[in-house]
């Protein structure tokens, strides 16, 4: 099966922040991309509110609840009890947990999960108590040991970093060794029962590659990108393109 899409609207967010007005529409684009073939939307509700805004959160829950009941809502973050609240809040199908500091201008590495193990223990444990599935992001080089630590928290899924195969667009060897990291981290992964995602730099034309590393891989979210790619085709053949190179 191709892996789902899931529309990382951060990047639709912060254009929308530029001025004090109420377009680009969050809302309106995240129904485009549904509309077209994603599978979910993706938020990541920062604590300064740079892109997402906390006031966007109810109104894509509506969205998919009232127009596209199977579609997934995924909400991102350092889980704050503020951010946990934002969470339990807002019901999404899946949280993600990222190990950023509020100051970060994006994620960049994955959780240490044998040193933060007991932690996001208890964090899993409390979304999971409120149905959503939670995803660890993960480094794309993690060793067994790690993924067998995030295993041990209760968590469904790691979300591999792919900022470091983004950034080979122009260098086909590196390209090749950074796929080749992925593709054993997501096999050990696959062997302890952990589904696999994946984002950060994705595009168009290195997302074949790495869906063929990533036979198991089950969902990518692409914002950055894809959002660069809309003002050039639009976002209804955007998000086309994309669904067609997830496979």
């Not at 696959?190 to 869906?211: F, Q, Y």
């Amino acid at each position: 099966m191709p892996a789902q899409l899931s529309v990382n609207l951060n990047a639709v967010a912060m254009l929308r922040n530029r001025r004090d007005l109420p377009w680009p529409s969050v809302t309106a684009l995240g129904r485009i991309a549904l509309q077209n073939g994603a599978h979910g939307l993706t938020v990541h509700p920062r604590p300064d509110q740079r892109h997402i805004r906390f006031s966007d959160l109810p109104e894509l829950r509506a969205l998919i609840d009232d127009e596209f009941p199977q579609a997934e809502f995924n909400i991102e973050g350092y889980p704050t009890d503020d951010f946990l609240d934002l969470v339990e809040a807002n019901q999404p199908e899946q949280v993600t947990l990222v190990p950023d500091d509020p100051s970060q201008a994006t994620s960049d590495h994955g959780w240490d999960f044998e040193g933060k193990g007991n932690v996001l223990r208890s964090v899993v444990q409390r979304l999971k108590k409120n149905g959503a599935r939670v995803s660890l992001f993960c480094d794309p080089d993690a060793t067994r040991s790690a993924l067998e630590a995030a295993k041990a928290t209760g968590a469904d899924r790691v979300e591999f970093y792919t900022g470091p195969y983004g950034g080979t667009y122009d260098d086909p060897a590196r390209a090749a060794e950074e796929l080749d990291k992925l593709k054993t981290a997501g096999s050990i992964a696959a062997e302890l029962g952990l589904g696999v995602n994946a984002g950060h730099d994705l595009t168009v034309d290195n997302m074949p590659g790495l869906a063929r590393a990533l036979p198991n891989l089950l969902e990518v979210s692409i914002g950055h990108g894809l959002t660069a790619d809309a003002l050039e085709y639009g976002m209804a053949e955007t998000v086309r393109r994309f669904v067609r190179a997830c496979g």
